[in-house]
């Protein structure tokens, strides 16, 4: 299929992520293509999860369905695929019922030997580079297309523990028992999420976020020891490829949820990315007083006020525009939740979020 794509009509999230100032905040919503969506659960009913991400037409699909109901008021896709496909590409089981599950986690050091020694991702993650192009084609310039990856941390979070955790306590003996083995086993998924995110790009990704959704269990001084190394080696290395196989520049946001700490997101605006993705538990104004003008903010409604019906949602989202915006000279910022919309969601209340997204992020807009 053709690198030739439609030129971009709204590149309004680009813009901001560069660090713009925009006419108004633009907004998407992270696992925006799911489960709380009629024509999502239509198409599941029929497939399986994973067998959805290995076929590109079908995640093509499933992408594009918020852009389709949403449109004018949503202002990016992001490719329907999972986090947990790296650990599949580095050979590892992974099964989704409805959580997903890892038949053969790795109990001790000695389990990495079970792993590929090398991961050849256009062979094993193929059909997520066919998806993004098709994707691209089908989206039109409607929208930027957005690629992911897990971060490092989190996927060898997953990979030690089987599955989710309330507590990470298998991970995180892991990484007290056998530091220098838990460093070098993130530092060799942080080379796969390299070589991935960079065919992303190459497949028409326009920005890449690097969803570290498991910082939040880890101290500040750990999440430095632990994740913050492959984060910076991941921000560098893309960079560094993306010029030397003259793709096109991308912006990189980093999701590190939850590591709010005044240390760590220093840290995390000081590691190579555009955009940093805050949860709900952290003022935007605190966050941007700490983070200065080093990255463009995403973020960052608590995901449960979308039960709280029309008002709730109203009164929110204009706390959070006023808190983003600053008194001072605004700075630049992308708006969506604090972490992925949750399946029971009425659909009819995110379009509310969303237009109460542009009335009170607009510039005119006066508080
Ligand atoms: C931790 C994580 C996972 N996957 C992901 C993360 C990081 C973001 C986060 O912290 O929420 C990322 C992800 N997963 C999915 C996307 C697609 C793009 C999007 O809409 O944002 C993205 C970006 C689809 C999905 N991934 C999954 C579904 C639901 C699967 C189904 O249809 O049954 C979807 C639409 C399954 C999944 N995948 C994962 C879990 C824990 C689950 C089960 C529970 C849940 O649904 O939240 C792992």
């Not at 992408?63 to 949403?70: K, S, W």
């Not at 098709?134 to 930027?144: D, I, M, N, Q, S």
Request: proline share 7%; glycine share 6%.
């Amino acid at each position: 299929m053709s690198h030739e794509f439609p030129p971009l009509k709204n590149d309004l999230l680009l813009r901001a992520a560069r660090g713009e100032q925009t006419e108004r905040a633009p907004v998407w919503v992270m696992r925006q293509a799911g489960r709380y969506l009629p024509e999502f659960r239509a198409v599941r009913a029929n497939h399986e999860f994973f067998e959805i991400c290995r076929t590109p037409e079908l995640a093509t699909e499933i992408t594009v369905q918020p852009i389709r109901r949403y449109a004018g008021l949503i202002d990016a896709a992001i490719i329907f695929s999972d986090i947990l496909v790296i650990p599949q590409a580095m050979g590892m089981e992974v099964l989704m019922n409805p959580a997903p599950s890892f038949p053969d986690p790795l109990n001790t050091p000695a389990d990495i030997a079970k792993l590929r020694s090398s991961v050849d991702v256009d062979k094993e993650l193929g059909y997520v580079f066919a998806a993004l192009t098709r994707t691209r084609h089908e989206l039109a310039g409607a929208v930027p297309l957005i690629g992911f990856s897990g971060a490092p941390w989190t996927l060898f979070a997953y990979m030690v523990e089987g599955g989710g955790s309330k507590t990470l306590q298998k991970a995180k003996s892991w990484l007290f028992k056998y530091p220098e083995e838990s460093k070098a086993l993130i530092l060799r998924i942080a080379d796969v999420c390299v070589d991935y995110l960079v065919g992303q790009v190459k497949a028409g990704a326009q920005l890449l976020q690097i969803f570290d959704s498991w910082a939040n269990e880890l101290s500040p001084h750990d999440f430095a020891a632990f994740s913050l190394p492959s984060l910076q080696h991941i921000a560098t290395s893309v960079r560094a490829r993306i010029a030397a196989e003259n793709l096109p520049s991308v912006p990189l946001t980093l999701f590190a949820k939850g590591a709010n700490a005044h240390e760590s997101l220093v840290a995390c605006a000081s590691s190579g990315y555009d955009v940093l993705g805050l949860d709900w538990c952290i003022d935007p104004s605190d966050a941007r007083a700490v983070v200065q003008d080093r990255v463009a903010l995403q973020g960052n409604l608590d995901p449960n006020v979308l039960y709280g019906g029309r008002d709730a949602i109203e009164r929110e989202v204009k706390r959070m525009c006023r808190s983003f915006r600053g008194t001072a000279a605004p700075k630049a910022w992308i708006a969506n939740l604090g972490h992925g919309i949750t399946p029971g969601v009425d659909p009819e209340d995110l379009k509310w979020f969303f237009e109460c997204v542009h009335k009170y992020s607009a510039k005119e807009y006066v508080f």
